[in-house]
């Protein structure tokens, strides 16, 4: 059938959604971190986040179960350790996380490209420019927690304005 995924994309699109719920829960830990420190519009933000990336994970999902494939999906993942001192430090984590995420979904685009796969090509042109927003959207906020960090307890005033950034 032509419409199916080879082996290999298969492989890279169930690392790729693993990948997804992986962060979703990585924003759902960052989220209780800003709360237990009362920073409500950080937790808001990445909750929301956190969602969102959950969204993605399903999308890729879903596109796997269009094209007919069988594979396991969801697998264990290893936590890590989670050892942040200033709202800046989780910024500066989200922000490593989403350039690795950039990274693996170019290269996906890469291999549905070499393989011809232009269906699975086209829908990841979606998660490319997400990736875009997402990137720039948490490089801005982490540009400005380490900015108002240095003000020494300015970080609480602009906590109430993090909740409106985009993701």
């Not at 690392?15 to 409500?40: K, V």
């Not at 069988?70 to 500066?92: E, R």
Request: charged share 30%; proline share 2%.
């Amino acid at each position: 059938m032509a419409m199916r995924l080879s082996e290999r994309m298969l492989k890279g699109l169930v690392t790729q959604a693993n990948r997804e719920f992986a962060n979703s829960n990585l924003y759902l830990s960052m989220s209780l971190w800003f709360q237990d420190r009362e920073f409500p519009g950080s937790a808001q933000w990445c909750r929301t986040h956190s969602e969102e990336e959950r969204r993605h994970g399903l999308m890729i999902f879903d596109h796997i179960v269009k094209r007919r494939a069988k594979g396991a999906l969801v697998q264990a993942i290893p936590t890590q350790p989670f050892n942040f001192h200033a709202p800046s430090d989780i910024w500066k984590s989200a922000l490593e996380e989403e350039q690795k995420n950039s990274i693996a979904i170019l290269d996906l685009v890469a291999q549905a490209r070499e393989e011809n796969d232009f269906t699975t090509d086209n829908f990841l042109q979606w998660f490319v420019k997400e990736q875009l927003e997402e990137e720039s959207a948490v490089d801005d906020i982490l540009t400005n927690a380490k900015e108002i960090e240095k003000t020494k307890g300015l970080y609480r005033e602009y906590d109430s304005k993090v909740v409106y950034k985009e993701h």
